[in-house]
């Protein structure tokens, strides 16, 4: 197995890619959540919402991932 290695535009990946942007705000997301149900008895937020949006961001993310960007991939993809 070969040493993994970091792509050649990972700069243009974290500054353009959709998908990219909206996993990092579902891992923050999930961050807040497990530091809510950790350290709050009566979490700020209604759990059913907040699930929800969770929901939401990586049904984004995820669709994000099939759309072309040519700002990351080059080209007219």
Do not use: C
């Amino acid at each position: 197995m070969r040493k993994p290695k970091p792509i050649a535009n990972a700069k243009a990946v974290v500054r353009h890619s959709w998908s990219f942007q909206l996993n990092a705000v579902a891992t923050v997301a999930s961050a807040v959540a497990i530091g809510m149900s950790v350290l709050a008895g009566a979490p700020p937020v209604n759990p059913i919402w907040f699930a929800v949006g969770y929901g939401l961001v990586n049904l984004l993310a995820t669709g994000a991932r099939l759309i072309a960007q040519p700002e990351v991939s080059g080209g007219d993809a």
